[in-house]
């Protein structure tokens, strides 16, 4: 069973950088056609899909986000990562990371728990 963990500071002052990990058992975030997520629900709002990287490495960003997104991964630790820089208090959400067996699809197979970060000073 594919299990997903975010972990990270759930408080983070304006201007700085946010990192995230997720950290992903019972599976390999470097099995064939697999993509991983990091999306984000801001309260109030719905969930915004911010990027992801793919079983090859290779990564994605919503244009909205890009100039300020940074995903990557660890193989050998089977981790992905998220920086997202130059935080402001409307970065303020709940961050989620998701798996997808095919990246191809409409939906995700696999999500973690989220975890609530606050930005303010």
């Not at 995230?20 to 019972?26: P, R």
């Not at 064939?32 to 969930?47: A, N």
């Not at 630790?77 to 935080?87: E, R």
């Not at 208090?89 to 975890?115: F, H, K, M, R, S």
Request: neutral net charge; charged residues 15%; contains cysteine.
């Amino acid at each position: 069973q594919v299990q997903l963990q975010e972990s990270g500071p759930g408080l983070v002052k304006p201007s700085q950088t946010l990192s995230l990990t997720c950290t992903v058992s019972g599976g390999s975030i470097t099995t064939m056609y697999t993509f991983w997520s990091w999306i984000r629900r801001p309260p109030g709002k719905g969930l915004e899909w911010m990027g992801a990287i793919t079983d090859t490495g290779r990564t994605l960003y919503t244009p909205s986000l890009q100039s300020r997104t940074s995903i990557s991964r660890d193989t050998s630790k089977n981790h992905i990562t998220l920086q997202l820089s130059s935080v402001t208090p409307e970065d303020t959400a709940v961050y989620y990371c998701a798996g997808q067996i095919d990246g191809l699809a409409n939906t995700w197979d696999y999500w973690g728990q989220g975890t609530q970060v606050t930005v303010s000073s």
